[in-house]
């Protein structure tokens, strides 16, 4: 990563959604060219350690943000995942657990194809739920996970170990609220 610090451009917001807790808001990345650079380089440099990448998946809505940047750096295709019912054509599922109850991403079922090396990227890395659903779609169509990449990590809530087995990388960690 180059000189810039990216942690100088995550804002805290304290007691959102909710009381207690401390949002990591990364729209002062998004709005400012050389962070938003930096990022995108970066978390394709990572990624470029795995070798060739095919896509890059994200789930909705802020994976969104840097997933598709991030593919055009490493010259790979973008694929959404989405909430049930937002894609028009024929999709696999897959469930995840919240802290209270579940919820589901869905993926066009010709989305990946088989033997593709896909890179599962998403701007945060918490309880893990997201990204193992997003693994578990990319294998579910015959795609190899090469690993999943953050901008963030808030490592006290231990979401690497939901995703034992694969690698890891996220660009910042935080290690307490």
Not at 60 to 80: M, N, S, T
Not at 86 to 103: F, I, N
Not at 111 to 132: C, E, N, Y
């Amino acid at each position: 990563m180059s000189a810039l610090d990216l942690r100088d451009y995550v804002r805290d917001i304290p007691d959102f959604p909710k009381p207690g807790i401390v949002f990591k808001d990364i729209t002062p990345v998004m709005a400012d060219a050389a962070a938003f650079d930096a990022a995108v380089v970066a978390l394709a440099d990572q990624a470029r350690t795995h070798g060739r990448v095919d896509v890059v998946i994200a789930a909705e809505a802020r994976g969104f943000l840097l997933g598709p940047a991030v593919a055009r750096e490493l010259g790979a295709g973008f694929v959404l995942a989405r909430k049930p019912g937002k894609l028009p054509w024929s999709t696999v599922r897959a469930e995840y657990l919240l802290e209270y109850g579940t919820d589901a991403l869905e993926l066009h079922s010709d989305a990946i194809t088989q033997g593709a090396r896909v890179l599962v990227h998403d701007d945060l890395l918490a309880t893990g739920g997201t990204a193992r659903a997003l693994c578990s779609l990319v294998e579910q169509l015959g795609g190899t996970v090469l690993g999943c990449s953050f901008l963030i990590e808030l490592a006290f809530l231990s979401g690497r170990s939901a995703l034992d087995g694969y690698d890891v990388h996220a660009l910042l960690e935080y290690d307490a609220e």
